[in-house]
């Protein structure tokens, strides 16, 4: 039927770089942080577009965003496909843009074919999935699926005291559907990886069968600030060398559970931090990642049973609490399965990539059968002003949302 | 002959409480930078005491003290003892000040019994030992041995641009005479030990044969900074993961070379320090200590091996960089044995204890014979407002002090 079926490669990238104009920094990437004046540009952008393609606008109380194409039975839920559109402060292209942009890419490829679907066909964008101005991320995906409150939300404040509510107002961008009353027939998120698997593979597409579950952890050990050079070695209580014993030990543990387990010490404090004293205390970060249940609840007894250890073998005092804590994420098999037979029809090399990242999909699979496809991004970096992605990929993708969606609305 | 004579506890302990109200702390500590308003202070208040004793006062053109109690025959170098009143910004009462306060103690004793010495006896305070505010560290006695220039030293500038020239004339300590050329017959120093050896042994007097040689580094591991959940395991290049295994290394190396091989891993730097990324870079110092200069240099050859081997192995960029190296310093003999018999004498315990830290003596040995007494303080701890130290002992070691200088000067 649709087979021969393509998207229009040079209009989605063009479409990309216009929206990364807003909030464009020197570098490449892109400032747009979520409810900034920037924001609100780029979501009036956006929008412009939608209705340009022929779409009805609907916007909820949180500010999440569907732009709606008719379906031949109105009274399906529609398939809906989406991402952000807020960015890191010093963040890239494509992350988030490029699935809410390929979403519309998809309407206006149906469009020029005049091609009709049975279930309508919705983009979706997200209120704040960065999280980067206001806690929590994936703000407007978890009030849409009731992961907290709408209150919860409207009272985040920014470091410089204004609140996600009044934020919203002032944009313009203050809806009045209640979050999650919005129905979801189906629900694809297009995103570049965020990492190296694809790219050092060799491979276009990234069939994501589940998001991993995650902790993170403070970790704070407590020993004897001391002169480096009256204290002798026996009698010191030095809090960093007995620091790097549980660092590596997260990493042993990752490598222990193969291939999605990670472990990561990304943050480190060391105090009194100067050349000549040892160190008195030291508090870092611990993620540690899987993607099943029972092996990232192995990964959190092993960290909790070695510190123990540590603490009796060294004497010193040492914490660990657990202070954020998401159970890995499935995604339904029907979705997974429309990605995977898309990606076969159009011949694209495939492999399964696993999520290391949250996205907004996560909390769509809480009401609806959700998936996720995945496209290269250069060295897999991301967060980054260099983030950057090959044209070819990005259509790639793009026609592979377009076949997925196209099987569930049709 | 004088074995009887003892110093006076009471009015020791009574000038060193008296002195550390001038910048005293409401932690109980001392905040007297040098060069300050507050270290005039200081200054006037012993320079003040000193010619209450009788003593001429001499100041040399960085602003060390010389003040002077006549001996017999004017004409032998005099036996000088001191230290330095400028503290930390969050120092204590005992660290300088002891060994100032406890040398014009002397005196005062002397005075009271009024026992003439052969040779002059000297009471001398250096300018910025500390090198909190000007660098670098042990500033008056570097210059007066020649280390490095009345120049280097005049040019030093605090965060403000203030100099030290410009700050000594203003304090009106900028003297006439040419440091280096004041003589010096023997020089002794009294301090708090800054370390737990005496008081984890139980004992009142260390007797100081050397102060330990030291090399700094700079190390700077750089890996690629990537996102903690996409990036599996076998892609990595964490560069913390890396340094762990350096940082424990420079422990490692220190325990091969005991009893005073030392290693500290002191000051870290993690790159971008977010909880959920990989670190990229890491920078950290490197404190190697030994009392032996074969010692030291094999320690130093062991962490550049070590190094190049995990360079090797990890394939991460690793730059090591020496940026400091003072080599051990032996004291003489003669003022060695004469604190042993002083304190032999006296009737006190008593070990050696090498000293782990730097002190202006290191820079008198190098232009006449000098030594060291060391008495303990609470858990080791210096630089600190809760520095402190049992008047029983500070009044044992400044009876060494006397009777170390009257068997030189006698």
């Known amino acids: 039927m649709n087979n021969a079926l393509r998207i229009n490669g040079p209009r989605l990238w063009q479409s990309l770089m216009d929206l990364s104009r807003i909030g464009g920094t020197a570098k490449g990437g892109v400032n747009r942080l979520a409810l900034t004046d920037l924001d609100r540009q780029g979501r009036d952008l956006v929008v412009g577009w939608g209705r340009d ?30 991402s952000h559109i807020d960015t890191q402060p010093t963040g890239g292209k494509f992350d988030g843009n490029y699935g809410v942009l390929a979403a519309l890419e998809v309407v206006r490829t149906l469009n020029d074919h005049a091609i009709e679907t049975e279930a309508p066909i919705e983009v979706a964008f997200w209120t704040n999935e960065e999280g980067s101005r206001f806690v929590p991320v994936m703000m407007g995906s978890g009030v849409f699926c009731g992961a907290f ?6 009272a985040a404040r920014d470091v410089d005291g204004k609140s996600v509510g009044e934020e919203l107002a002032r944009i313009g961008y203050l809806g009045e559907q209640v979050p999650g009353e ?7 998120e297009l995103h570049i990886e965020q990492g190296p698997v694809l790219e050092d593979a060799g491979i276009v597409i990234g069939v994501v069968p589940a998001v991993m579950g995650l902790c993170w952890y403070d970790c704070v050990v407590s020993g004897m600030e001391a002169h480096a050079g009256p204290t002798p070695m026996g009698l010191r209580r030095d809090a960093l060398q007995v620091s790097t014993r549980i ?28 050349r000549n004293v040892i160190p008195g205390e030291v508090r870092f970060s611990i993620d540690l990642r899987n993607v099943s249940i029972a092996l990232l609840d192995t990964m959190h007894d092993e960290i909790v049973a070695f510190v ?44 399964d990539v696993v999520s290391g990242a949250g996205h907004d999909a996560i909390y769509t699979a ?11 991004c250069k060295d897999g970096i991301s967060h980054n002003e260099i983030e950057d992605a090959q044209p070819a990929h990005v259509e790639a993708g793009a026609n592979v949302l377009l076949h997925a969606m196209l099987a569930r609305a049709t």
């Open 149 to 154: 409150s709408l209150e919860t939300a409207y």
């Open 308 to 351: 123990a250890q540590v603490r009796g073998d060294s004497g010193l005092g040492i914490t660990l609490e657990r202070v954020s804590h998401f159970l890995p994420c499935p995604f339904h098999p029907e979705c997974i399965d429309a990605v995977r037979s898309a990606t076969t029809m159009l011949g694209y090399s495939t492999m």
């Open 53 to 82: 393609a022929g779409m009805t606008v609907t916007i909820d109380q949180i500010g999440n965003v569907f732009m709606r194409r008719a379906g031949r039975n109105q009274a399906l839920p529609p398939i809906v496909s989406g």
């Open 247 to 274: 660092m590596q030990e997260v990493v042993a543990i990752a490598n222990r559970y193969p291939p999605y387990g990670r472990g990561t010490v990304g943050m480190v404090q060391v105090f009194p931090n100067s």
């Open 366 to 376: 809480r009401l609806a059968p959700s998936g996720m496809i995945f496209v290269p």
């Open 182 to 188: 919005h129905p979801i027939g189906a629900y694809f």
